[in-house]
């Protein structure tokens, strides 16, 4: 499974057809843009385990643990331009997290966007020499990290032999 902010990123990118550099992951090396379009950073901000599983079945090479997590996560999107696209793309996102392509790509990756994400903040500043227009948002995502393994040899085939004295 992708990790869901991927995923997240990867439909921004698409839906709003924003070219690479464009959509970025939090705490990467970033330099305020030089151009005037729009950029999104996304930041995973918090992360809740709702449900814990662990189940065993039977193959021909072994015993088989699957081990499932669900998460609730919230995922931070900030919408950045020098500048006015920040102001008057941002609905475009709300409406890229529900079109037909994400869609595809939350049922790929076991992860469900919700619906309705927060308010847009406004954290637009003055940085360096020009002002930045900035607004953000956050979205609750609900997934499930699935991982499986071989544990041990598993054996159902056993002779049945009875022993008794005469």
């Known amino acids: 499974m992708t990790e869901p902010i991927k995923v997240v990123a990867d439909i921004l990118q698409t839906e709003l057809g924003l070219t ?7 705490y990467q090396q970033f330099k305020l843009p030089s151009d005037s379009g729009l950029y999104i ?5 918090s992360g809740k385990a709702i ?15 699957t081990q499932q997590v ?13 500048d006015n696209s920040a102001r008057t793309r941002k609905i475009e996102v709300i409406a890229a997290l529900m079109s037909k392509y994400s ?15 927060s308010e847009f903040s406004d ?7 020009q002002f930045l227009y900035r607004f953000t948002m956050t979205i609750p995502i609900f997934s499930l990290y699935t991982k499986t ?18």
């Open 20 to 26: 690479n550099g464009h959509v970025l992951l939090s």
């Open 41 to 45: 950073i996304l930041n995973n901000i």
């Open 51 to 65: 449900g814990n599983n662990n189940y065993f079945d039977s193959t021909l090479i072994g015993m088989q643990e």
């Open 70 to 82: 669900a998460m609730h996560e919230i995922v931070q999107i900030d919408l950045m331009s020098a």
């Open 103 to 117: 869609q595809q790509q939350q049922e790929i990756n076991t992860v469900k966007i919700g619906r309705i994400p």
């Open 123 to 129: 954290t637009s500043s003055l940085e360096e020499t």
């Open 149 to 166: 393994k071989i544990i041990a040899d598993y054996y159902d085939n056993f002779t049945q032999e009875v022993y008794y004295n005469e």
